[in-house]
């Protein structure tokens, strides 16, 4: 079964960059469409995450959720079996815990439905 795992969330300063890595054990990830989507600070465990982006199979065709888009970048590197997320500019609305979920599904919608889900890590914005 495919297990992710995210690293890479951090304390920055607005305007800063983080990158953030999914990295999946228990299968191949090529077959996978894989998604970022964050919980904000003080949102309840009934509300759904938000989706920011995610990646087809191929690579190709990398979507964005319209608040991100011109700041962050989705890749993948199957050999690796890890997926990237490159967030530049960033700004305290940004903030929140980053989930990585995956898919075996063709090509990729940024809100989802996703079948496989990491942990999560905690991205903060503030000066």
């Known amino acids: 079964q495919l297990q992710l795992v995210e690293s890479g969330g951090g304390l920055v300063q607005p305007g800063g960059s983080l990158r953030l890595s999914c990295t999946a054990s228990?299968?191949?990830?090529?077959?996978?469409?894989v998604g970022w989507l964050r919980q904000g600070p003080g949102v309840g465990p009934g509300v759904g995450r938000e989706?920011?982006?995610?990646?087809?199979?191929?690579?190709?065709?990398?979507n964005y959720e319209d608040s991100v888009k011109g700041r962050f970048t989705i890749s993948r590197d199957d050999d690796k079996r890890t997926v990237y997320l490159q967030m530049n500019n960033l700004k305290p609305g940004d903030t929140g815990i980053y989930y990585c979920?995956?898919?075996?599904?063709?090509?990729?919608?940024?809100?989802?439905?996703?079948?496989?889900w990491g942990q999560g890590t905690q991205v903060t914005v503030s000066s």
């Open positions: 979920a995956a898919v075996k599904r063709l090509g990729c919608r940024v809100a989802g439905p996703y079948d496989y």
């Open positions: 989706g920011v982006s995610c990646i087809n199979q191929s690579g190709t065709t990398p």
């Open positions: 228990g299968d191949t990830l090529d077959v996978y469409a």
